[in-house]
């Protein structure tokens, strides 16, 4: 270890905020369903979907379109979108629209990206 390194060098376990963090940690499965989330964002294809789709309703040929991908590329991000729940479609005629899932996809979305730009500028 460097000099410059950060640990502890204490022999105390603080009890009390050990007790209070560990009735506030979720389930084990939640923080699983957690990471498997974000894996799923994590993908630069699926990203770019969720940020077309964050501005607007679409279909996968015009998806496609926007990204320069094929409609069987697009629809196979669609699906791993559909099953993490980040997204839901609806049927008009023969054509169907997908959108993000609720507020909290566009909500995480809208923060990442805010994020990074502020990380960018600092």
């Not at 105390?12 to 389930?27: C, L, Y």
């Not at 979907?49 to 094929?70: G, K, P, Q, R």
């Not at 023969?94 to 730009?117: M, N, P, Q, T, W």
């Amino acid at each position: 270890m460097s000099k410059n390194d950060i640990f502890c060098d204490c022999d105390v376990i603080h009890g009390e905020i050990v007790e209070a963090v560990r009735e506030k940690m979720p389930d084990e499965s939640e923080l699983y369903d957690l990471a498997d989330f974000f894996k799923v964002l994590g993908d630069s294809t699926r990203a770019r979907i969720i940020c077309a789709l964050d501005e607007s309703e679409m279909c996968v040929c015009d998806l496609a379109v926007l990204l320069n991908m094929t409609k069987s590329a697009i629809s196979h991000q669609l699906r791993s979108l559909k099953q993490t729940n980040l997204v839901k479609y609806r049927k008009e005629g023969k054509v169907v629209y997908y959108s993000l899932a609720d507020y909290h996809v566009k909500e995480i979305f809208e923060k990442g990206l805010e994020h990074i730009r502020e990380t960018i500028k600092n």
